[in-house]
């Protein structure tokens, strides 16, 4: 139910082997399918504030995960460059 692009777990998997510990526990998005299920199946029961409310917690944790995933990124070119890996 979660996944990863390659280009990202790339990074994920490399910062992981440094050990850095933003990469603990690893990022991931949540499938996109999972969030229509979750739509439709609550939308009875939450008199249909789940085909609003659903979408916009995916869209929330999609920009949080894509946010940690650039953290990492960032902190891996300044280690590749001989910088420090914390500010």
């Known amino acids: 139910m979660r996944f990863l692009p390659l280009e990202d777990q790339v990074i994920v998997d ?3 082997a440094l050990g850095l ?3 603990v526990p690893p990022p991931a998005y949540l499938s996109p399918n999972l969030c229509t299920v979750l ?4 939308a009875v029961p939450t008199l249909g504030f789940s085909l609003v409310l659903v979408p916009i917690l995916w869209v929330a944790q999609y920009d949080r995960t894509k946010h940690r995933i650039i ?3 960032k902190q ?3 280690d590749s460059y001989g910088v ?4």
């Open 39 to 42: 739509s439709f199946l609550l």
């Open 71 to 73: 953290c990492l990124q």
């Open 21 to 23: 510990n933003d990469a």
């Open 84 to 87: 420090l890996l914390f500010d």
């Open 76 to 78: 891996l070119e300044k």
């Open 14 to 16: 490399r910062a992981l």
